[in-house]
């Protein structure tokens, strides 16, 4: 089994490309399936295989401990870890090609608690890696690029995985190109930095991670259109396969 980890800020469509990844996987002849790992989804584009909501239950956290939903939140992520076990347990009975694991809503429940690490490293499978989402739209601005990129570079080094980033909804972003281009020429990228203003600090953290080899490249990916699927399934396949073509 393959383990694929869908991390991002919210809103930038974690569930959509989980949901899209694993039709498009299982119709290319393998056997993908899909691991709601967040205890307060109300509602889901797919229909997970596996899904903490069986074994934590934010309302029931709420009422018992007096909690308010963030609360809620904060311990049910907590709790993920104690329930590793029986979400192994429903893999290894399903025993897929591929889990396609849907991370909550909000990045710091995963990635900077303790139960995100956790899973990660202790998860039983053939391999492991990141999808890292960069949300397309915000990540238009400079500014907002390079405080994202801060973010993958934080999970990176959380979670201790091979990540990939992704520009996400690239079908609602306008100049695409762009945004690629400040993602793979930093000379730009501190350019358009200094057109914003006070972009001091902006240089600093970028060069920062430049040095210590947390660059990134983009793969622009569409849930909608399925735009960059080829490319994602590719870069998968060097780091689960060692090149080997995902389907055969």
Not at 69 to 82: H, V
Not at 106 to 135: M, N, T, W
Request: no cysteine.
């Amino acid at each position: 089994m393959y383990a694929l980890f869908v991390v991002g800020t919210a809103g930038s469509g974690k569930s959509a490309l989980t949901s899209s990844l694993i039709g498009w996987l299982n119709e290319r002849g393998n056997y993908a399936v899909g691991v709601n790992l967040d205890p307060g989804a109300l509602t889901l584009p797919y229909e997970p295989d596996v899904d903490v909501r069986n074994y934590i239950d934010i309302m029931s956290l709420m009422k018992e401990m007096g909690l308010g939903p963030n609360g809620a939140l904060i311990l049910a992520s907590d709790l993920l870890a104690s329930r590793l076990k029986e979400v192994q347990e429903e893999l290894e009975s399903l025993n897929p090609d591929y889990a396609i694991f849907d991370t909550p809503g909000q990045l710091e429940l995963f990635s900077f608690r303790e139960s995100g690490p956790y899973i990660a490293r202790r998860l039983v499978a053939d391999e492991k890696a990141v999808v890292f989402l960069f949300d397309g739209p915000v990540v238009s601005s400079p500014r907002n690029f390079v405080s994202i990129a801060l973010l993958s570079a934080s999970v990176q080094l959380r979670l201790g995985l091979p990540q990939v980033a992704v520009l996400s909804k690239s079908d609602l972003v306008e100049d695409v190109e762009r945004i690629l281009e400040l993602a793979s020429d930093p000379f730009m990228l501190e350019e358009e930095l200094r057109k914003e203003g006070r972009f001091e600090l902006s240089v600093e953290m970028l060069r920062g991670m430049e040095r210590v080899g947390l660059g990134f490249g983009l793969l622009p990916v569409s849930s909608k259109t399925l735009e960059g699927f080829v490319e994602l399934s590719a870069t998968l396949t060097r780091i689960f396969r060692g090149g080997e073509e995902i389907g055969e």
